[in-house]
């Protein structure tokens, strides 16, 4: 492995303003000495945009959305710079200019349009954004030669495995969804040109992320829109899906200290470089059932003042069958991630729910 210090370096963001990547953004302005952090985001309107607009803010100063604002250094020389650019990483000038301006050293993609039950009703925004769109990032890499390219996979290449935990030497040929299919893909396309043009790249397959401001399509922060309006739940597969629930602040800490170590360029006996490539999981290895997950979010609901304390929970949930496109149980071996980097995710689910009630109340103020 090969060290990587960020430190007074540019780092190109993609999916700046999404859930994961203005989380990453913000530690690596308070924690990055000296670094140029250039981040981008199509802000499309898959969810609602406002929340998009609310994560830049809290990145830029003055707020705003303009094509770029600098953060002042508020910690000494400490703090990093932000760049936000609006614009989509499918859009090959774009991401072209971007490099010959900025000449990043380390690139995270973390831009991809998310969502299974989505990909079945909009594929092209999965082509579109998932597929060109990483090919665009990989082919400014090849031309303007990074340090370390960083992306986002997903637990859902694991598609119907049977076997748990999930491990990334299990074979992943098997997608359920189209979503799946191009995170898979991802990885094919990242390890092709690690290979062809020795690019050090590291992809991270990321178990149910959840937190603070995270995506409204996501289960948690769903159910509890339905809840405050009165609405019935459904909880699929009677309740028996069980999920690798993982905080965003560990999937944070996981992508800063990946960042940080590039698989290590090598030639082989022919002498052409052996692909600097690696892929790791990154989940709580604690799979959680969905039932237990949303009785500890009702909880916690209750206590943030969300919901009265006479809430009827048990009125307002409905127990059905398996969705196309979803699988029973994701479960992440992340003892690789241990091994190399030190860090296994910590903060559970109790702590990482009560911290999203806490911001849902403080952001929505809901009146009871």
Not at 18 to 37: Q, Y
Not at 62 to 90: E, H, M, N, W, Y
Not at 250 to 273: F, H, N, Q, S, T
Not at 334 to 342: M, P, S, V
Request: charged share 25%; with cysteine; aromatic share 12%.
């Amino acid at each position: 492995m090969e060290k990587i210090e960020l430190n007074g370096k540019t780092i190109f963001v993609t999916g700046a303003a999404g859930f994961i990547g203005s989380n990453l953004v913000k530690r690596l302005m308070n924690d990055v000495k000296g670094a140029t952090i250039v981040g981008i985001d199509n802000m499309n309107d898959y969810y609602d945009v406002s929340l998009k607009e609310y994560r830049v803010k809290t990145l830029l100063n003055p707020p705003c959305l303009g094509r770029t604002s600098d953060l002042p250094p508020t910690q000494g020389d400490k703090r990093g710079s932000f760049v936000f650019i609006k614009g989509d990483i499918a859009d090959k000038e774009t991401i072209d200019n971007i490099f010959a301006e900025y000449k990043p050293q380390v690139v995270v993609n973390l831009a991809a349009q998310a969502g299974v039950r989505y990909s079945i009703t909009n594929p092209d925004a999965y082509i579109q954004s998932n597929l060109i769109g990483f090919y665009n990032i990989l082919e400014a890499c090849r031309h303007h030669p990074v340090e370390h390219l960083v992306y986002a996979s997903s637990s859902s290449v694991y598609g119907g495995n049977k076997k748990v935990p999930f491990s990334t030497d299990d074979r992943v040929d098997n997608p359920v969804s189209l979503y799946a299919a191009t995170k898979k893909s991802n990885e094919l396309m990242a390890h092709c040109y690690s290979k062809l043009y020795d690019i050090p790249s590291t992809g991270l397959r990321f178990f149910t992320v959840y937190g603070p401001a995270g995506r409204p399509d996501m289960a948690y922060f769903g159910f509890t829109n339905k809840l405050l309006k009165g609405d019935t739940i459904q909880i699929f597969n009677y309740g028996n899906c069980r999920r690798d629930f993982t905080y965003v602040d560990d999937i944070v800490e996981g992508i800063v200290r990946v960042m940080k170590g590039a698989p290590e360029r090598k030639k082989g006996e022919d002498g052409l470089p052996i692909p600097p490539y690696a892929v790791y999981n990154i989940g709580g290895g604690q799979p959680e059932n969905l039932l237990d997950f949303v009785n500890i979010l009702q909880e916690e609901l209750v206590r943030a003042g969300v919901l009265p304390q006479d809430f009827d929970f048990e009125a307002h949930k409905q127990l059905v069958p398996m969705q196309p496109g979803d699988v029973p149980t994701t479960y992440a071996d992340a003892t690789a991630l241990e091994r190399d980097f030190g860090f296994t995710p910590k903060i559970t689910l109790r702590e990482g729910l009560r911290k999203f009630a806490e911001w849902y109340k403080d952001y929505y103020n809901p009146a009871l």
